[in-house]
């Protein structure tokens, strides 16, 4: 079956360093993969989407690559901020009218 | 402007109840869903609309019944209620054939069921 991994583990960083989330899936020949951001209390946010054939994108202090031979992509937030702490989120679709299925996110925290 | 929006913010009810959860977005989108996300904050889909007609219908109990009035609103009606139901629904709404797909989610209505 389809499965989507993600470091439910908390990721701590000290203010200013790089933030790396891992997404990692299987069973699953995705059409591009999605990138939110969710705080407490509130429905996540979309921050940026990579396509099969795209290896990298970038959005300000934000970067996405994607690696189909590993079936992974990892997220970068450079010189990272206490407000970027929060929980982030890879989903993966097929494209068109296919589900968007999401990972269970990984919790970030700067520490100032 | 609130893109979607949901109400109630919170439910709290009694096992055996019956009650509906509205949804409403102003961005024109054709596409709207419902997500359930547990207390391990595993967000899952429910159920997906197209133009007020169903296009995806996960593993979910027949307890739930979405409405879709028009393709702007997606209601969800829940039957009977149980503590395993307790958890916080997400409304959403997208554009599917759009470059980017990306859902716009509501605020969510946090259910407890006693």
């Known amino acids: 079956s389809q499965k989507i991994e993600q470091n439910s583990e908390a990721l701590n960083i000290q203010e200013g360093k790089t933030a790396t989330l891992t997404c990692n899936y299987t069973?699953?020949?995705?059409?591009?993969l999605q990138w939110y951001r969710q705080d407490p209390g509130r429905g996540p946010v979309f921050l940026l989407l990579?396509?099969?054939?795209?290896k990298e994108k970038r959005k300000e202090r934000l970067k996405v690559t994607f690696d189909t031979t590993l079936k992974q992509s990892l997220f970068h937030i450079t010189a990272s901020q206490p407000a970027d702490s929060a929980t982030y989120l890879c989903?993966?679709?097929?494209?068109?009218?296919?589900?968007?299925?999401f990972g269970i996110g990984t919790k970030l925290q700067v520490i100032p | 402007d609130t893109a979607v929006s949901q109400t109630p913010k919170y439910l709290v009810t009694q096992m055996g109840n019956d009650k509906s959860i509205k949804c409403e977005q102003n961005?024109?989108?054709?596409?709207m869903y419902w997500y359930k996300q547990d207390s391990k904050k595993f967000l899952k889909i429910m159920f997906s609309?197209?133009?007020?007609?169903?296009?995806i219908n996960e593993t979910v109990p027949n307890r739930f019944s979405p409405k879709s009035p028009d393709k702007a609103h997606l209601n969800l009606h829940i039957n009977s209620l149980e503590l395993g139901d307790s958890a916080v629904y997400f409304c959403?709404?997208?554009?599917?054939?759009?470059?980017?797909?990306?859902?716009?989610f509501g605020p969510g209505t946090r259910l407890t069921v006693l």
């Open positions: 959403a709404s997208s554009q599917p054939l759009a470059r980017h797909n990306e859902q716009f």
């Open positions: 069973n699953y020949s995705p059409a591009y």
């Open positions: 990579i396509r099969e054939n795209e």
């Open positions: 989903a993966l679709a097929s494209g068109g009218y296919q589900k968007v299925t």
């Open positions: 961005l024109g989108h054709d596409t």
């Open positions: 609309y197209n133009n007020k007609e169903l296009i």
